[in-house]
Structure formats: structure tokens, C-alpha cells
């Protein structure tokens, strides 16, 4: 049985706060193609060039309409707080939906293994971020994947990748879970694959019920997680705090 905590993993997960000088990494990062993963092999960001220069080709367009927003909302966009929130607001929008960059070959690349193990891999906590498309507000909170291998197995760190690739994107949480097992599927092939995510959504807590402690538990279970029960209820007692 291997059991981890992705925060003890990777002690060094950026938290993604929105700042300028986040999204301005970011950017820079393109530029230059440095990489941005822990493992070796290429980094999703540098493999997609052509897509992410079309993206950073939307940034005016997306302050404009912004900018109209805001003059809409019967606020002064000239006025000196507001001068260059359109930009800044188009970029960070950019960035919150830079999961659409990625796709899950680049993401899994080079890091399937050959490995004859058959105890479940389970990895715990994978922060998560993402915009609700019903509201565009963030729904954030933690993502524990884990998986039965029937020969192969992903590098540790690819599975946060791959919560990455789905989570920066407009998403309704379910889908969101099931794209990630879907992935993980898809990548190594194994006997069957079970995800937990539970989060916390702005739309729910800033407005309607505002409900400020509700969390929403979604899960998907693939193959011997959804056949099996007893595989089932290992995973849910595993990943269960
Ligand atoms: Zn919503």
C-alpha cells in the first residue's frame, strides 16, 4: 500500500493566488521555456507554443471587454485604481484558464513507468483551482486520486499535473472528477481508478445561500473502484481524514 500526502510530496506546490506578479511569472516563463514541473522531461508549457501565443493574442480583447464591464457596472475606467485592471484582469483570466494549453499527452509524457505492482497507489490533498462556468467564480479545494496498476504506473507527480490540466479551465465540479479519472485511465491503463475531490464554491458562499463552511463532494470510480466494493471501500477509507 502506498500512501502519500501530496503536500508532503511536493512540498514546494506554488499556491496560486492570484498576483501580478504571479501572472507576470508566468509569462515570463513562456518566454524564456523554462520549465515549470519538478520531474524531468518537457514542460506542458513549453510544448505548446503555438496554442499559448494564440491565447496571449485574446489579452486585448478580453481587457476590452472588460473595460466595458466595468463602464457597464457604472464605474469610471479612466479613474487611476481602475487604469490597468482591464489588463490585468485579461491576464489573470488567461491564467486561471491556462489548462486548456495542456493536453494529457504532454502532461503525461515521458512519466508512465513499467512497474509489476498491484497495490493501489493513492495520492491524498491535491490543491485545486478552478472557475465555476456557471458563475465564473472560483470553486477551490482538494483533489485524492487513486489507482489499482496493472503494470504500469504514473510518476507521483503527474497526477497533480493532471488535476491542473483539468482544473484551469471553466468547469462544474463533476465533470471536473470525472475528466481527471478519465485521464488517469487513459494514461496507464490500470484495473480501476478512483477519485474524491471536495471543494468549496464562491458561488455558494458569496451569494444565494452563502453557506460559508458548505463543501461539495464529488467521486468518480472506474473499473474494480466501481465494480468492486470492497476495492471501493479501501480507497474511501483511505482518502477519508
Ligand atoms: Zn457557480
Redesign the pocket.
Known sequence: MSELNYNQLVSSQPDYETSDSEVEMYESRKISGESTGKDSGLSDIETSNNKQSSREEMIPAIAASYRNILKQMGEDPNREGLLDTPKRAAKALIYFTHGYDLTISQVVKNAVFNEQTDEMVIVKDIDMFSL?E??L?PFMGKVSIGYLPTGKVLGLSKLARIVEMYSRRLQVQERLTREIAEAVWEAVSPAGVGVVVEAC?M?MVMRGVQKINSMTVTSSMLGVFRDDSKTRAEFMSLVRR
Open positions: 465555476c456557471h458563475h467564480v464554491h458561488c
